[in-house]
């Protein structure tokens, strides 16, 4: 199972946990498989219609910025990161 960091701001529904293993081959699914185990994270994630990140979050994989988003694959041994954008100015 991937390893899902957790952003501290949704720490709350994954009960304190700053990671969590979780199944899915694409961020899609793995988002989905989140919702089933942490319910009410997926609106924190993904826009209204559940096609797209939401805007100014990233998605890392190993380490690498994700292009794809949610279509985007993710290995069983992968770590994943959702990073909110950050703003100043």
């Not at 185990?37 to 380490?63: K, N, S, T, W, Y």
């Amino acid at each position: 199972m991937a390893e899902v960091w957790i952003p501290p701001k949704l720490q709350q529904l994954t009960d304190g946990k700053q990671q969590v293993q979780v199944e899915g081959t694409t961020v899609r699914r793995l988002i989905n498989n989140l919702e089933e185990l942490h319910p009410g994270i997926r609106e924190f994630l993904c826009d209204e219609m559940q096609e797209d990140l939401i805007p100014g979050l990233a998605v890392i994989i190993d380490g690498e910025v994700s292009l794809l988003g949610m279509l985007d694959k993710v290995q069983e041994t992968s770590e994943v990161h959702f990073l909110p954008a950050i703003g100043g100015g």
